[in-house]
Structures are given as C-alpha cells and as structure tokens.
C-alpha cells in the first residue's frame, strides 16, 4: 500500500522506527505551517506539531485509506489547532505586522522582503482564509483535499481563497 | 512580482530544528509507558499458589506416616495436627481451587485494566 508521498502505510501502522522517521521528516514542516497559521504563535505551533505527531502515532492504525494520508494528517492537524484555539479561547495577535512596509514601493524591495511583507499581511486575514491559502499553495493539495481537510464545502473553499487573495492584495497594495 | 508564485514560495514555513530532538524524546517517552508489564507473574503466582495448597495437603496425608520416633515427629505432629484442623475444616480442596481461581481473575482483571489505562493516558510534553 503505497502513498503519493511514498510511505508505505503497512510499515507505517506496524510502528516502523524508520518509516515514521521518514514520515516525519516529510511532514513536520507542512503539520508545523498549518498549525502556525491557525494559531500564530511559534511557541505553540511547536509544541501542537509535537501533539499531532503523537496523535499520528497513535491514531495511524485506524487510518482506513478513505483520503489521501497527506488530507488526514493535514485534517488532525488543523482540527487540533483549531481545538487548542477554543481550548484557550485566544483571538490571534498581530505581532509581526510592521507598517513602515506598506510606504515602500513592493519593486524596490528584495525578494525575502517581498515574501516577508506577504507573510504578515497573511497572518492579518481570517483564520479560515490564511488556511485555505496556505492548504491551497501546498505542493499537492486540490480543492477536494482542502476541503476534507478543513471540514467545509468544496465550494466553500474557493469563496474563501478567491476571498483571501482579494483580501490579501488589498492589505499589501498593488503587488500583483 | 506573481501573488501566487509568492504564496507558493512562503507555504511552508521552517519548523525549528530541535523539533526532531524533542519528537524523538517524546517518541521514545511514550514507547517507555506503553511498554507492557510481563504477563506471567499473573498466571503463575495463583498456579503457585494452589500447588502450596495443594503441598499442604500432601504434607498433612504423609507427615505421621513417616515422621514419628522422636522429639522432632513430635513437633511436627503439633505442626501436621494443626494444619489438619485447618485443612479438614470445611471442603479445603474445594475452597483452595476457588481462591486460586478467584486471584488468578482478578490479577487478570488488574493486568488488562492498568493496560487499557496506559493507552488512554495523557500526553504529557
């Protein structure tokens, strides 16, 4: 049985050191960015990356291969981020925004300033916007997959990326 | 620049590295608590049990048949003759075979209950 990401799901829910390993490799960063963008705080995002890895862990056995593995890892993720943010009943704080950007004009800046000035502007939309954008940039997601993996309507999703980057080009200017 | 083409370069974001460290700390901390305690005891203390029983028993049956010349048959006669009236009172046989029964239950009781325990137990970081 084997994934698009190439893990062999057997060895996965027999508790394999090295296939978990390599699981893990491939999908700390993309668990780690949606957990981020869901509660914007790195501390946490790390410490829930952690609990979803064990949640993983532990859960993989009843994975029946309905989804794809990446759409139920994503979805785990993203339920517990969203949990841990009514857990706390915290709205999300906008540390990183940081004006003196928005005076510049976007060609005069350097690329990693370009990538930083969108990241900020990101974390200034709604929570189910930054996630659909985020989900929808991933490398292999489609809108089906978003939307299993954020609960909602295929139909849903779009309105909220379309929305998003609309959203999204107002706060950074004319970038596009 | 394209929005898209920046979007896609910022999707995903870099996880510290001491992440690994911690997974693997946590990976192995959970291994330690799930690991399960040996079954055997369970089984062979109450099957020891009943074979002490049972020794009782045997040992009431032979001791003054064999051992009556001098002072020392004498006190394990008082041993043999007491023990007797504990193992006569009552169907003994009978009574050891519940008891050994009835611990060796709830030993299993005990041993698949703290197991189902360990799993539902908390992550803790």
């Known amino acids: 049985m084997k994934n698009s990401m190439d893990f062999n799901i057997k060895k996965l829910k027999e508790g ?30 790390e410490d829930l990356t952690l609990e979803v890895m064990m949640k993983v862990y532990d859960k993989i056995r009843t994975f029946r291969g309905d989804a794809k593995l990446s759409s139920w890892v994503y979805r785990i993720a993203y339920n517990h981020g969203i949990s841990f943010l009514r857990r706390n009943k915290r ?19 350097e690329k990693k300033e370009v990538a930083y000035l969108v990241r900020s502007k990101l974390m200034e939309l709604p929570e189910k916007y930054r996630v659909a954008l985020t989900l929808f940039h991933f490398e292999d ?34 970038l596009s | 620049m394209e929005l898209d083409n920046i979007l896609k370069s910022i999707a995903i974001e870099e996880a510290s590295p001491d992440l690994v460290y911690r997974w693997k700390m946590n990976l192995m901390a959970r291994k330690a608590a799930r690991r399960k305690t040996s079954l055997w005891p369970y089984i062979a203390f109450p ?41 006569d009172s009552g169907n003994f046989h009978t009574w050891s075979i ?19 325990r360990r799993d539902s137990a908390p992550i803790r970081f």
């Open chain 1, 141 to 174: 997601l489609t809108y089906k997959e978003i939307a299993y993996t954020m609960g909602i309507k295929m139909g849903t999703v779009k309105t909220y990326i379309h929305r998003g980057k609309e959203e999204l080009k107002t706060l950074i200017g004319q």
């Open chain 2, 47 to 87: 099957l020891l049990f009943s074979g002490v029983c049972y020794y009782i028993v045997a040992f009431k049956e032979n001791i003054l048949e064999y051992f009556m010349t001098d002072r020392f048959a004498w006190v394990m006669e008082r041993i043999s003759y007491s023990l007797s009236q504990f193992v």
């Open chain 1, 91 to 109: 709205t999300v704080s906008l540390e990183v925004s940081d004006h003196s950007y928005e005076d510049k004009h976007i060609d005069y800046l």
């Open chain 1, 16 to 45: 394999s050191k090295d296939e978990f390993e390599k699981f893990y490799n491939c999908y700390v960063n993309r668990i780690y960015t949606i957990i981020y963008r869901v509660v914007y705080n790195e501390a946490d995002a």
């Open chain 2, 98 to 116: 519940v008891l050994s029964l009835t611990l060796a239950v709830i030993s299993l009781i005990w041993y698949f209950a703290t197991d189902l």
